[in-house]
């Protein structure tokens, strides 16, 4: 869990590493690839030794939070005599060179090099010693540009085909802003909440925003979270089967990490949720943000059943709406925080 925690740290502030390639042709190929896949330009001999090792412990470690075990990435090895155009169009490409030739070792993060939009990492050493060390040193940043480079590309396309009149529903009723792609519906409302979801044939997908007052230091706690979580699910998202409601899964618990997010305070929150007096269960993430000038906290969560796949890229999916989550008068929240960090 320490791990994942720095990763996730890492993941916030990663855009102020990234340095982009510049495309000066205009003509930029599509990426290709399924979501989660990572292409690994590295020999064969590198590959099957430590080196490959380390590098699928680290990116192919365990999604946390999810029912069952999932890889955080898909990797593909790829042989440097082989990574050819069909290769170069991938949505996420490591590239590995150790040659003693190499004078300092580094990494380096581009965009868009063959591809649109695409993100590539490059790890240079001169031994393979020389590589373990900055690979672990760097294991942290390279994955959280990785989640960020495949949250980007949900978000994008969110934006470009989004669901106005559910976005409407949670302007109403929470007084925020969310993007929410074509195709998810309201499933219920009330004051201070929206639910939606989207349910093609054996998958449930879920998007809940909700609101209540600020009130306790103590609110931003997993215990705590937790219980209003509940309370509010109990109350407006029922199950398929008379009495039957949404409530967190208690035996497991959560991951949880407090960051400040466009510049207000937060807490991420990673479980289990299940359905009390029915059969339904899977993975959930939750965004709790404090919205200073209206003395609240608002929440946005995402969560997932689909008990015949994979679980991890439908969760990534409800993630990234969650995290297109804005306030109403960011204006003024960072003035009042900005107050409160010069302790006036």
């Known amino acids: 869990m320490k791990r994942l925690s720095l990763i996730f740290l890492a993941f916030i502030g990663i855009s102020l590493m990234v340095s982009s390639c510049k ?7 599509k990426i290709t690839g399924k979501a989660g896949e990572v292409v690994v330009v590295i020999p064969k001999e590198s590959w099957d030794s430590s080196i490959g090792d380390s590098i699928q412990k680290i990116l192919a470690q365990p999604q946390v939070s999810l029912p069952q075990e999932e890889p955080l990435f898909d990797l593909i090895s790829v042989p440097p005599s082989a990574f050819k155009d069909i290769f170069k ?13 190499i004078d300092t070792a580094k990494v380096e993060f581009k965009k868009d090099i063959w591809a649109w939009p695409q993100a590539v990492i490059n790890i240079s050493a ?3 010693q020389d590589f373990a060390n900055i690979f672990q040193s760097n294991s942290n940043k390279i994955v959280a540009y990785l989640l960020k480079a495949e949250r980007d590309r949900l978000t994008m396309n969110y934006s470009k085909y989004n669901d106005k009149k559910v976005e409407a529903a949670v302007g109403k009723n929470v007084e925020v802003k969310i993007t929410v792609p074509v195709g998810y519906q309201v499933a219920n409302e009330g004051p201070d909440f929206t639910w939606a979801r989207y349910d093609p044939a054996e998958v449930l997908q879920g998007i809940a925003v909700y609101s209540f007052p600020y009130v306790s230091d103590s609110t931003f706690t997993p215990k705590y979270l937790l219980a209003k979580r509940d309370s509010v699910l109990k109350q407006y998202i029922e199950g398929p089967t008379p009495g039957s409601f ?3 899964e208690h035996r497991v618990d959560p991951t949880f990490s407090v960051f400040h997010y466009k510049n207000n305070y937060a807490a991420e929150m990673r479980g289990l949720w299940r359905v009390e007096n029915d059969f339904m269960g899977g993975p959930y993430v939750s965004l709790a943000v404090l919205d200073a000038a209206n003395n609240r906290v608002v929440v946005a969560e995402g969560f997932v059943y689909a008990p015949r796949y994979d679980k991890r890229n439908y969760l990534r999916q409800v993630e990234a709406i969650v995290y297109s989550l804005a306030l109403p008068d960011q204006a003024k929240n960072d003035k009042i925080k900005s107050q409160i960090e010069m302790g006036n």
Do not use: A, F, W
Not at 23 to 29: F, H, M, P, S, V
Not at 89 to 101: A, E, F, G, H, Q
């Open 23 to 29: 495309d000066d042709t205009k003509l930029r190929k």
């Open 89 to 101: 169009s991938s949505r996420n490409i490591i590239n590995v060179r150790i040659s003693p030739t």
């Open 126 to 128: 001169k031994s393979n």
């Open 246 to 248: 949404m409530i967190s």
